[in-house]
């Protein structure tokens, strides 16, 4: 097995890592989806869902480290699960990691032209949509550095944006309850109607039902795994990437989710307006959510300059393992999978199509069709780290010469499989997620079919 593919520029540093780990995480999920997951869950239960959201990212995270770390492959997952798992599952992931993405991207393209509309509600969503696809495939057609230093500078807005956000959220609930006190500040997390008296206004269920929701606001911040193929000294840079992001993204999200629930009304929370604008206009914070509008459209852009960046890298891994034509493993001469970045934009842009047709429920089906690939993929990365420590101790090899050691394993593995499965399962009882389930199942067969399909017709060409 090689160690490293050599195909790409590595111009990458360990500060770009970082960075595209808050890019790829920090976009829609948190900044727009979470106003549908409190209505859904209510304003605990969506705490309790992010909670539960950051173990199950945090053991995937720690099992991608070690991977990564001794493999840097720009094929990441699905090149671990063909080595680790098997060929056919390998296959299956390279394509369910880009639907995720060419979803996702095509989801905060939407989400921008809804932001936009505040601003200008006469220009059509669409018009915004092509406007910063464009941008965004600028960023990503010339050369892996300009993509590296595009998504610093987006993802540093967002850090900012963020920790003010944190900064003033969390003073106003002082303030509060220096004038209020405790049951009056946190009023919004404890119903009381002629119905109802208690937490969870729709049942304890409705925290299952969201937590896949609340996942894919944690997607993209395995991004890392994929970019390391493309960075200097990944043995060294992927460790402290990993270490420099995992507690600062919980405590962002986690932070920023408690402070939305404590001032925004679980009934006033939308899909289609930010939450984080809904709480700075009930701060009463003069220009605060104009101001707030333009740093969430840079955050969702940079979500998408990292999602167009990682499923070009899974259409040219699919090229690479021989699964498709070649022409989509071919790399211009600054390094860049041209072809298949080509394909994953416009396969991306097919979301806004579908705003056409269901306006109204198209992110939140869109969401959980990236939502559930996600959890299989996140699957994925926890059982081939597990056959990776096996396959490395039987080579005769030490755990103290790995670059990245994976605590607790295999416990950390089951841990992620276990709540990865549980979002699963979760979502399919949420009634307006289980179409969007069964499209990603009917997708992964057809995706079983196509590959055993394909080594059908490769074995008979072979015997020509």
């Not at 050599?6 to 999920?29: P, Q, S």
């Not at 009023?187 to 925290?207: E, I």
């Not at 006033?268 to 220009?287: C, D, Q, R, W, Y």
């Amino acid at each position: 097995m090689e160690k490293e593919n050599h195909l790409f520029v590595r111009d990458l540093k360990t500060h770009h890592l970082v960075m595209i780990a808050f890019g790829g995480a920090m976009g829609t999920g948190l900044f727009v989806g979470t106003g549908q997951s409190i209505f859904t869950a209510g304003p605990l239960g969506t705490l309790i869902a992010y909670c539960v959201a950051s173990v199950i990212v945090y053991s995937v995270m720690l099992s991608l480290g070690e991977l990564s770390s001794y493999f840097p492959h720009t094929g990441s997952f699905g090149d671990y699960a063909h080595r680790f798992i098997s060929p056919s599952v390998g296959y299956l992931i390279f394509w369910l990691y880009w639907l995720n993405w060419v979803v996702t991207v095509g989801v905060e393209f939407i989400a921008v032209g809804f932001l936009m509309q505040k601003w200008l509600p006469s220009v059509p969503i669409w018009v915004w949509v092509v406007c910063f696809a464009t941008i965004i495939f600028s960023f990503n057609v010339y050369r892996v550095k300009v993509f590296a230093e595009s998504e610093f500078f987006l993802s540093l807005i967002k850090v900012i944006a963020v920790s003010v956000f944190l900064l003033i959220g969390f003073g106003m609930i002082i303030y509060h309850l220096y004038l209020g006190g405790f049951e009056q500040t946190f009023a919004n997390f404890y119903f009381q109607t002629p119905d109802y008296q208690g937490f969870f206004p729709k049942g304890f269920q409705a925290v299952f039902m969201t937590i896949l929701a609340v996942n894919f606001a944690f997607t993209g911040t395995e991004v890392i795994g994929v970019a390391v193929g493309e960075t200097k000294d990944p043995a060294k840079a992927m460790p402290l990437a990993i270490n420099a992001t995992l507690w600062r993204l919980i405590i962002f999200f986690v932070g920023s989710v408690f402070i939305i629930a404590t001032f925004l009304p679980m009934d006033n929370a939308s899909i289609t307006k930010s939450p984080f604008v809904g709480v700075l206009e009930i701060f009463k914070v003069p220009f605060a959510g104009d101001i707030m509008n333009f740093i969430l459209i840079i955050a969702l852009l940079s979500t998408a300059n990292s999602g167009l960046y990682a499923a070009a890298r899974m259409i040219w891994g699919l090229a690479e393992k021989k699964t498709l034509p070649q022409f989509f493993a071919h790399l211009n001469h600054k390094g860049i999978p041209l072809n298949a970045l080509i394909l994953s934009m416009l396969v991306s842009l097919i979301a806004l199509l579908s705003y056409f047709f269901a306006p109204e429920s198209v992110i939140n089906n869109l969401i959980a069709v990236s939502g559930f690939s996600m959890m299989l993929v996140w699957v994925s990365v926890s059982i081939a780290q597990y056959r990776f420590r096996k396959w490395y101790l039987a080579q005769g090899n030490q755990l103290k010469d790995l670059p990245y050691k994976t605590p607790l394993t295999p416990g950390i593995q089951i841990l992620g499989i276990v709540g990865c499965v549980i979002s699963m399962v979760g979502a399919y009882f949420d009634i307006e997620q289980r179409a969007a389930i069964y499209g990603t199942i009917i997708f992964s067969i057809v995706c079983f079919i196509a590959y055993f399909v394909s080594q059908y017709f490769m074995r008979d060409t072979k015997s020509i």
